[in-house]
């Protein structure tokens, strides 16, 4: 452990610049990601993978939104968002350390270094901490905009579609903007981001088909639960109409491509990666 601190404080102290510069991007980058989630929850133009398998947790538990003092079925509260955040993200670390146990049995049985084992620490202990001050940090986000009034505006039915829609492209903007600088700086990546670099290291996929099947493989829980969840139809297809949109579209089967081309953009102009 003192080896490893000790090349850790000569690697930083030769790559100042490099450090910095990673630094830089995983404050920018946290930052525009929760921004972005908090902005485009309560547009209800469609929901991230992420989301709408949040959501959906949080249908189990008829946790509906309140309007004017009035309960609004199928629309959901953001109150409880960072419980069902940290609910899920605990579900993908587990998918991402067997993802990772699987790529390091096989890679065992090559070299047969244990120290490959290690690896695993470093995963469950940051991505827990990510995941939970990534949680809290979203909410405090959500909490600012209902502060100044944003929730408010946007749950009520009478804001016209239209600016629902520019918020939510605004946010959709953010997110893609956020992920790039967080990814970048390759730090605390959570279990959203590791999920899809451990399956990558596991299949040998590239980037934009990995990132698209794992978005896929993060909304499947949600469209379970919201199948088995005991309220009735019409609430469901209220839900639906909420949170299926051509916003969810664009966050399964665009975000994936458009980071592959962003990070690479980002990668040619801070060429700490060359």
């Given at each position: ?94 998918v ?15 070299t ?26 979203i ?49 605390l ?27 896929v ?12 969840n ?28 458009m ?16």
């Open positions: 452990m003192k080896k490893y601190f000790c090349n850790l404080k000569t690697s930083i102290s030769q790559n100042k610049k490099q450090y910095l510069i990673r630094l830089g991007c995983l404050l920018i980058g946290l930052y525009l990601f929760s921004l972005s989630i908090a902005l485009y929850v309560p547009t209800a133009v469609g929901a991230s993978q992420v989301d709408f398998t949040n959501f959906s947790i949080l249908a189990l538990f008829k946790d509906w939104a309140k309007v004017n003092e009035k309960t609004v079925e199928g629309l959901v509260s953001a109150t409880n968002y960072k419980l069902a955040l940290m609910s899920l993200y605990g579900f993908l670390l587990l991402s350390v067997v993802f990772l146990v699987l790529s390091i049995i096989r890679e065992y049985k090559i047969k270094d244990k120290k490959l084992w290690l690896q695993l620490i470093p995963l469950i202990v940051l991505d827990v901490i990510i995941n939970v001050g990534l949680s809290y940090v909410d405090g986000q959500i909490e600012m905009l209902k502060v100044i009034g944003y929730l408010d505006w946007l749950f009520n039915q009478s804001t016209a579609y239209q600016f629902r829609t520019i918020f939510f492209t605004i946010a959709f903007v953010l997110y893609i903007v956020g992920l790039t600088f967080w990814i970048h700086s390759g730090w990546l959570g279990s959203y981001n590791s999920i899809n670099t451990n399956f990558m290291r596991l299949t040998k996929l590239p980037f934009n088909v990995s990132r698209v099947l794992m978005d493989l993060i909304i499947i829980p949600g469209v379970i639960m919201l199948l088995v005991p309220i009735s139809w019409d609430i469901k297809a209220k839900f639906l109409l909420n949170y299926v949109n051509i916003g969810t579209i664009g966050f399964l089967f665009l975000a994936g491509p980071l592959g081309k962003t990070l690479g953009l980002l990668n040619k102009i801070t060429k700490i990666y060359q």
